[in-house]
C-alpha cells in the first residue's frame, strides 16, 4: 500500500462542476503539498498546508491532521483546469523529500 | 513569485550521447534542488537530492556514475546523462526549495528526453 493516496485516479466533469479530489496518508507529515502538472509536464504548486484549510481563487484545500486526509476542491471548474493533480507530504520522518500521490487526471469538458 | 528555469525543454539525440540538463532558480536562492523522473502516466520518482557545495544524495537504485549532479552555486543545479541508452528516455524534472528543504518546492518546466 502506498503511503500517500488519491482517489479518484481519473475524473471527468462538465464545465461549472464542483470537484473534489482526495488525498489519504499513513505517515506522521510536516506538511502537504497539492501541485498541478499541466499537460505539457510543467508543475506548479498550488498549496502548502500543515493544518485547517486554504483558498486561492476557485481552488480550495483543506487538511485533517487527525484523519490524515486532505481534499482539493474546484468551483465554477473550466476546461482550463483540466490537469493532473498531484497530492505530496512532508514526512516528519527521514530526509526531505517529498512522498507523491499516483496523481488524478482531471478532464473538463465545455 | 518563484521561478525555476529549466533547460532544455527537449532533447533528442543518439545514443551513446551524453547530455546535461540545467535547473536554475531565477530569483531566489535554492540550498537543496531536487531531480525526478517521470515515466507515462507514472507519478514523480526522486532521483537525487541536490545541496549546493556537497555531494548529491541519490535514491536507492539510482546509479551516480550515470547520472551526475553537480550544484556549484546557489542558483544552478545541473544534471548529466551519461552515454544515455533508451531506456533513459523519459520526463526530468527539477525543483528548488526556497526557504527550507522543507519548505514549497518550486518546479522547472520539465526536460523531455528521447534517446535513439
Known amino acids: 500500500k502506498n503511503e500517500v493516496e488519491q482517489s479518484p485516479q481519473n475524473l471527468t466533469a462538465q464545465e461549472g462542476e464542483f470537484i473534489t479530489i482526495n488525498c489519504s496518508y499513513s505517515?506522521?507529515?510536516?506538511?502537504l503539498h497539492w501541485l498541478q502538472q499541466h499537460p505539457g509536464g510543467g508543475i506548479v504548486s498550488l498549496f502548502m498546508?500543515?493544518?485547517g484549510k486554504k483558498k486561492h481563487g476557485r481552488l480550495i484545500a483543506t487538511i485533517n491532521i487527525q484523519e490524515k486526509h486532505s481534499s482539493l476542491h474546484i468551483t465554477a471548474s473550466h476546461p482550463r483546469d483540466s490537469a493532473v493533480y498531484i497530492c505530496?507530504?512532508?514526512?516528519?520522518?527521514?530526509?526531505?523529500?517529498?512522498?507523491f500521490g499516483q496523481g488524478t487526471r482531471l478532464t473538463i469538458n465545455p | 513569485g518563484a521561478v525555476v528555469s529549466q533547460h532544455p525543454s527537449w532533447v533528442i539525440c543518439k545514443s551513446g550521447t551524453s547530455v546535461k540538463i540545467e535547473c536554475r532558480s531565477l530569483?531566489?536562492?535554492?540550498?537543496?534542488m531536487f531531480w525526478y523522473r517521470q515515466f507515462p502516466k507514472q507519478s514523480l520518482m526522486l532521483m537525487a537530492t541536490?545541496?549546493?557545495?556537497?555531494?548529491?544524495?541519490?535514491e536507492q537504485g539510482v546509479e551516480k556514475d550515470k547520472f551526475l549532479i553537480n550544484h556549484a552555486s546557489l542558483t544552478l543545479s545541473t544534471l548529466t546523462v551519461t552515454s544515455a541508452h533508451p531506456e533513459d528516455s523519459s520526463f526530468y524534472i527539477c525543483?528548488?526549495?526556497?526557504?527550507?528543504?522543507?519548505?514549497?518546492?518550486?518546479f522547472g518546466d520539465g526536460t523531455r528526453l528521447s534517446i535513439l
Open positions: 525543483s528548488a526549495a526556497r526557504d527550507s528543504p522543507r519548505g514549497p518546492q518550486h
Open positions: 505517515v506522521g507529515i510536516s506538511a
Open positions: 498546508l500543515s493544518s
Open positions: 505530496a507530504v512532508s514526512p516528519f520522518e527521514g530526509a526531505q523529500k517529498l512522498v
Open positions: 530569483d531566489f536562492q535554492a540550498t537543496t
Open positions: 541536490s545541496n549546493e557545495g556537497s555531494k548529491a544524495t541519490y
